[in-house]
């Protein structure tokens, strides 16, 4: 089993910046993907970006580089450095990784989710 513990949400004006960590802990031979999703209140879960073992990294076209998603697989640890935050960026953040794990099997996990508030 896998735990992922995410921190670094909280509240910040327009325009701020903020910056998520996801750690995981448990048994891990290797991370297949990180990633952070968002979902703010009657949407869809939806991707943030995520980045690949491969070195490939992916956003929402909503991000339009101000998010950058970065990785310490030797920390199992993923970020999400926020900057030029808007109110519409607001939503619950979760961390999500997919592992090879016990078993050298397989995984997906997610986080329990970090509140983002950006508001003046």
């Known amino acids: 089993q896998l735990q992922l513990v995410e921190s670094g949400g909280g509240l910040a004006q327009p325009g701020g910046s903020l910056r998520l960590s996801c750690v995981a802990s448990?048994?891990?031979?290797?991370?297949?993907?990180m990633g952070w999703y968002r979902q703010a209140p009657g949407k869809q879960r939806e991707l943030v970006a995520d980045?690949?073992?491969?070195?490939?990294?992916n956003y929402a076209d909503s991000i339009e580089g101000r998010f950058t998603i970065s990785r310490d697989d030797a920390k199992n640890t993923v970020y999400l450095q926020m900057n030029s935050l808007k109110p519409e960026d607001t939503a619950v953040y979760y961390c999500?990784?997919?592992?090879?794990?016990?078993?050298?099997?397989?995984?997906?996990?997610w986080g329990q989710g970090t509140q983002v508030t950006v508001s003046s």
């Open positions: 980045s690949t073992n491969g070195g490939v990294t």
């Open positions: 448990g048994t891990i031979y290797s991370f297949i993907v």
């Open positions: 999500k990784v997919r592992v090879i794990g016990e078993g050298f099997r397989e995984y997906g996990y």
